[in-house]
């Protein structure tokens, strides 16, 4: 995951920076670079591979200068090369970036046509491109700025620096976490308070939306309107940042928050582009072959079954290899035969739950290869298996899965375009398709938090409720599961999921006007026939809060209780941008109810016993 650090500082910046750049290391990088200005002029140097060669760079080919910005860069688009390292230079800008830019292509074929020549294959480069472009046209740094963030798609945080502006640093923040730190006379940024650390502790998170204009004395911070606004500065024990909820109330928001960065960053793992133009998907740090398995048996627990249920439908349908399931303290004691060429998969976000590890032993020996997905790559799954997957998801600390289940679905869905495309069913068009949808999940997930405020009213209703049901069809209902799972965990109200076509099987004797049904629904090739089962739902007086994309929500018509409006994303990702209202509707009914979100009664983060 990149890491960005800017100052305008009252010394020379360059070591001041590389050693902030250290701080971010934990993060995970492939090269690094650092801008600065000094008497007018921009000046930049920038290494492959470790910070100890850029921090040789700087000795052997010093740069001055009290303004500038650095960045540690985990390569996403375009391989990890001295080109493709930030900061990138377009004339008088200098920009690090990080996150995805989600239409980059679209701007790249736009500036290709207006002149421009490419040196980089990153969606950075456009934004340089764009910045000059309208510097050029006569625009100010902070208009031009402005502008060419109001063109961008996707999840991103970014820092502009301009020739001749020594008292100037533009950051802005749309769906990845960016931080500035206020000194005296000094002012900083960091992609989060460690990379402040050491410098000031007076922080102030920029919000969704927010452009920061910064100069020496102090930053005036435009929200998503262009409004100025007041955001705290809060004081903050940087030693601890990594492990600390930072301005949330609990872990899990944190961690509900954090989808945005750490999707990305799970993405950039698992996604590359290929010659500027197709997005191509791979086996992250392992190597695989899915020619060599005539089927995938995927065994977990809880949420992380649920990760399953949904990779299922996507290694059938999109790769065309069939997936058993099961429950991992079931499959153990089953003791199912298993044929060779037998792909085993056991998905975890702790590595160490008992019953995973125990039909993981099971398997070996007689599948042909043992694979992990897991979020700790030291841990026991993960060093029992041949091949490990790791999720990249950051520490969990909430008891409720959130973030590793979406990072799960990442890189599960990453893997079926991959195998598909190995096993010859989809082609580079295809491809390029499927993984530009994954691009899109982060962006997306951004939407839904912005829409936040809704869900507290809607779960001041749920949180009177005895029984709540959840139903979805197709890939959305494990979401269904997963939906009713998370809200009996932390709120306690007794919840189930349901296939919608199973409604009429027995459930729908439950349905009164006292049990909220919640229906998740994108407008996909299955809509209509759950808008049929909602209809048989509020026949008998039951109340429906439908989670579907405007066109899902008109074409429901009348009668609904409640909507959720969703942005419209392509089918195949639909189920990993749904967990966000799934886990939203669960984190506020509970708070409303006031139980233990982060350690609800009798649950444990890891399940290490049987
Ligand atoms: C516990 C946790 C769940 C988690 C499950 C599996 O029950 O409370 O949130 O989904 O274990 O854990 P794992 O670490 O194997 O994903």
Not at 322 to 349: D, G, K
Request: glycine fraction near 8%; aromatic fraction near 6%; proline fraction near 4%.
């Amino acid at each position: 995951m990149c890491g960005i650090v800017g100052i305008l500082g009252d010394h020379e910046v360059a070591p001041i920076i590389l050693d902030a750049l250290k701080r971010l290391e934990y993060r995970g990088y492939d090269s690094a670079g650092i801008a600065t200005l000094h008497e007018g002029a921009m000046y930049r140097r920038r290494a492959t591979g470790k910070l100890v060669a850029l921090s040789d760079l700087l000795v052997n080919d010093p740069i001055r200068g009290k303004a500038g910005i650095g960045h540690t860069r985990w390569a996403t688009h375009g391989a990890p090369t001295l080109a493709n390292a930030h900061p990138h230079q377009v004339g008088p800008v200098a920009v690090v970036h990080n996150g995805i830019i989600e239409n980059f292509r679209a701007l790249r074929k736009e500036l290709t046509a207006d002149g421009v020549r490419f040196e980089t294959e990153t969606d950075t480069e456009t934004v340089a491109h764009l910045a000059a472009r309208e510097l050029a046209r006569g625009k100010s740094p902070e208009e031009a700025a402005a502008a060419t963030v109001a063109r961008l798609e996707g999840a991103f945080a970014l820092a502009f620096l301009f020739e001749g502006e020594e008292d100037l640093m533009i950051a802005a923040r749309r769906g990845s976490p960016l931080a500035l730190g206020y000194g005296v006379n000094e002012m900083f940024i960091g992609s989060d308070a460690l990379a402040l650390a050491g410098m000031t502790r007076r922080v102030c998170y920029l919000e969704e939306g927010d452009l920061a204009v910064i100069r020496r004395a102090g930053a005036v911070i435009h929200d998503a309107s262009g409004a100025v606004v007041e955001r705290d500065i809060l004081e903050v024990s940087a030693s601890n940042a990594v492990a600390e909820k930072g301005n949330h109330k609990h872990f899990m928001e944190k961690e509900i928050h954090e989808q945005p960065t750490v999707a990305t960053y799970a993405l950039s793992h698992y996604t590359h582009t290929v010659d500027g133009e197709h997005a191509s998907a791979h086996a992250g740090p392992a190597t695989v072959d899915f020619t060599a398995y005539d089927r995938i048996v995927m065994v977990a627990c809880g949420t992380a079954h649920l990760a399953c249920h949904v990779a299922k439908y996507w290694f059938e349908q999109v790769a065309r290899l069939p997936v058993e399931i099961e429950v991992a303290s079931e499959f153990r004691y089953r003791e199912p035969p298993v044929s060779p060429r037998t792909l085993a998969v056991f998905v975890s976000q702790s590595g160490e739950t008992a019953d995973t590890l125990a039909a993981l032993r099971y398997m070996a020996g007689k599948a042909e290869t043992i694979a992990a997905v897991v979020n700790v790559p030291e841990s026991s799954i993960a060093r029992e298996s041949d091949l490990v997957f790791p999720i990249f998801a950051g520490i969990e600390v909430g008891v409720a899965s959130t973030k590793a289940f979406t990072c799960q679905l990442i890189v599960l869905g990453a893997l079926a375009v991959l195998a598909a495309r190995q096993r010859g069913v989809i082609d580079r068009t295809q491809e390029t398709r499927l993984v530009s949808a994954l691009e899109t999940v982060p962006g997306a997930m951004a939407e839904v938090l912005r829409d936040e405020k809704l869900f507290p009213p809607l779960c001041w209703h749920l949180a009177k409720a005895d029984d709540i049901l959840f139903l979805g069809r197709g890939a959305m209902y494990p979401l269904a599961l997963e939906g009713a799972l998370k809200l009996k965990e932390i709120s306690y109200i007794h919840a189930e999921g349901y296939a919608s076509g199973e409604l009429k099987h027995g459930p729908i004797a439950l349905i009164d006007e006292s049990v909220p049904v919640i229906v998740m629904a994108p407008s996909d090739a299955l809509f209509e026939k759950t808008v049929s089962n909602m209809q048989e739902v509020m026949a008998r007086g039951g109340r429906i809060l439908l989670i579907s994309d405007a066109k899902g929500l008109q074409a429901a018509g009348e009668g609904t209780w409640q909507q959720i409006e969703m942005p419209d994303v392509d089918p195949f990702v639909a189920p990993i941008v749904y967990a966000l209202p799934a886990q939203l509707l669960a984190y506020y009914t509970a708070v409303t109810k006031g139980t233990d979100v982060d350690q609800p009664r009798n649950l444990a983060k890891s399940v290490t016993v049987e």
